[in-house]
Nanobody
Framework: QVQLVESGGGLVQPGGSLRLSCAASGFTLDDYALTWFRQAPGKEREGVSCISVSDGSSYYADSVKGRFTISRDNAKNTVYLQMNSLKPEDTAVYYC??????????????????????WGQGTQVTVSS
């Protein structure tokens, strides 16, 4: 089936690290932009980082710049989000989403949610002592 599967979330102390994975199946990410979104209780969904899978071009929200790194492994058809120096305000459900490029523009801020063809199920990240 065509899907995105997220993994790697969990509970971590402030200052700790987590690595999220977004694995695609049923299609190839090469022609897509993949964006990590997050949504905390009572807050709107916000873009965290996005990557053009074909060439690796990437963008980050100011709030995570220098702490998070997005990357891709084209052979594994997977995108990662390495999260370091985590803060309590990073606590949220994290979603990955893929949008086909060519018909969509890659840049920052990321594409609006209604532009994405595929979404992951979400994975909870909790940063707490």
């Amino acid at each position: 089936q065509v899907q995105l599967v997220e993994s790697g979330g969990g509970l971590v102390q402030p200052g700790g690290s987590l690595r999220l994975s977004c694995a695609a199946s049923g299609f190839t990410l090469d022609d897509y932009a993949l964006t990590w979104f997050r949504q905390a209780p009572g807050k709107e969904r916000e873009g965290v980082s996005c990557i053009s899978v074909s060439d690796g071009s990437s963008y980050y929200a100011d709030s995570v710049k220098g702490r998070f790194t997005i990357s891709r492994d084209n052979a594994k058809n997977t995108v990662y989000l390495q999260m370091n120096s985590l803060k309590p305000e990073d606590t949220a459900v994290y979603y990955c989403a893929a949008a086909l490029l060519g018909v969509n523009t890659f840049g920052w801020p990321p594409l609006l949610p209604n532009k994405y063809d595929y979404w992951g199920q979400g994975t909870q990240v909790t940063v707490s002592s």
